[in-house]
């Protein structure tokens, strides 16, 4: 199944997208021909407890799932299975966490925790391998990025080929026809942020572009 | 002149008419000028030195020309158009006298309070094709008679 990993809503200050209209423009890509099954919104640095999409994500067959990402000492981390365990023990709004820590006390709490646009200037990951840090604990990373710019997608590649790591795939949308640009595609099936985190963490699973699933549909 | 458009014409994930264009260093002043923006003459946006001694690499566009300009996407549609809402959020610097493409993109459509709109995914982006200013318009046409 195909998932956008990393979208954000009007939830996150910086977008001027909204969920309503995310599921809407799923219906037209799907009308085009192209395979989406859901996506996971990552707003920055909070996570929306109270914010439940199951009956539109129901009504329109789109997976709707919640996660978060936030600023860390070592760039943008996606989290995937958040829970008030893992909120009660990381302060979302810091923006110079851990990022270490984070991952630990993600796995900690049944969460995943890995990092966003790596090869992206300034917040990447990649701008701060050269302190001798160790990323053995990372399981993968954003591989495809729909909001790379020119370079970007080459520094994460070599930094994820570099290390070993899966790669997953986000639109990283903060409008509307965003979504879907990039996913990431699972062999199993998924229908909660529980059985994501088992996905990502069975390894079975492989970034695409939007126009990958087309040629694969035909 | 741009041909009319009505709502009934236009559906989900039609593309507006591009724009292509680079704003000059007169322009900049026009505009600051008729906008009274900035008291010294010399600053970020007009002069490529008071730009780089605040650590930018040139003069640049003013934030409000920027929405100014992104308005034009939509006014220069048609003439039966009617921008309600223009809403952006800025990713990068927009420089002088360098290409700039204006895209846009309905996203939404909708009779809203009786009246017929439309909601457009707008984007101002360099040669490279970064994105240097995103945004939403809600705009207005009329239904056909």
Redesign the interface.
């Known amino acids: 199944m195909y998932l956008d990993l990393h979208t954000h809503s009007v939830s996150s200050d910086d977008s001027r997208a909204n969920v309503e209209q995310y599921v809407k423009w799923i219906g037209v890509l799907r009308k085009k021909g192209h395979q989406i099954d859901g996506f996971v919104l990552t707003e920055h640095r909070k996570f929306d407890f109270d914010k439940d999409y199951s009956e539109l994500g129901s009504e329109n067959d789109v997976l709707i799932l919640k996660g978060s990402e936030l600023d860390t000492d070592l760039g943008h981390f996606l989290v995937y299975g958040v829970t008030e365990q893992l909120t009660q023990q990381v302060d979302f709004s810091d923006v110079d966490m851990d990022a270490l820590k984070l991952i630990e006390i993600a796995e900690n709490t049944g969460a995943v925790a890995i990092p966003a646009h790596p090869g992206r200037f300034g917040i990447g990951l990649t701008e701060f391998t050269g302190n001798g840090r160790d990323f053995s604990a990372l399981r993968a990373a954003e591989r495809f990025n729909g909001s790379n710019r020119p370079g970007e997608q080459e520094r994460a590649e070599e930094f994820i080929s570099q290390l070993g790591l899966r790669g997953t795939g986000g639109s990283d949308a903060h409008l509307v026809s965003a979504i879907g640009k990039c996913m990431t595609r699972f062999d199993g099936d998924i229908g909660s942020e529980l059985d994501l985190v088992a996905q990502l963490k069975t390894g079975r699973f492989e970034p695409v572009w939007l126009d990958d699933t087309k040629q694969e549909q035909a | 002149m741009a041909s009319a458009v009505y709502y009934d014409d236009v559906d ?2 039609d593309e507006l008419p591009s724009m292509e264009r680079q704003v000059s260093d007169y322009e900049v002043v026009e505009f600051l000028n008729i906008a009274r923006i900035g008291e010294a003459k010399e600053n970020r946006f007009t002069s490529a030195e008071a730009a780089k001694s605040e650590g930018l690499p040139e003069a640049i566009v003013p934030g409000a020309m920027n929405i100014a300009i992104m308005s034009t996407l939509i006014t220069s549609w048609s003439p039966t158009v009617t921008l309600r809402k223009l ?3 800025f990713r990068g610097m927009v420089l002088h006298n360098r290409p700039i493409k204006l895209t846009g ?1 309905i ?2 459509k909708d009779i809203v309070d009786g009246s017929p709109q439309l ?1 457009c ?1 707008v ?1 101002m982006e360099n040669e ?4 240097l200013v ?3 318009a809600t705009v207005e046409l009329p239904v056909r008679e």
């Not at chain 2, 490279?128 to 994105?131: A, C, Q, R, S």
Request: hydrophobic share 35%.
């Open positions: 989900l994930g809403d952006v959020v993109l996203t939404d909601e995914d984007v490279e094709g970064t994105p995103i945004g939403k």
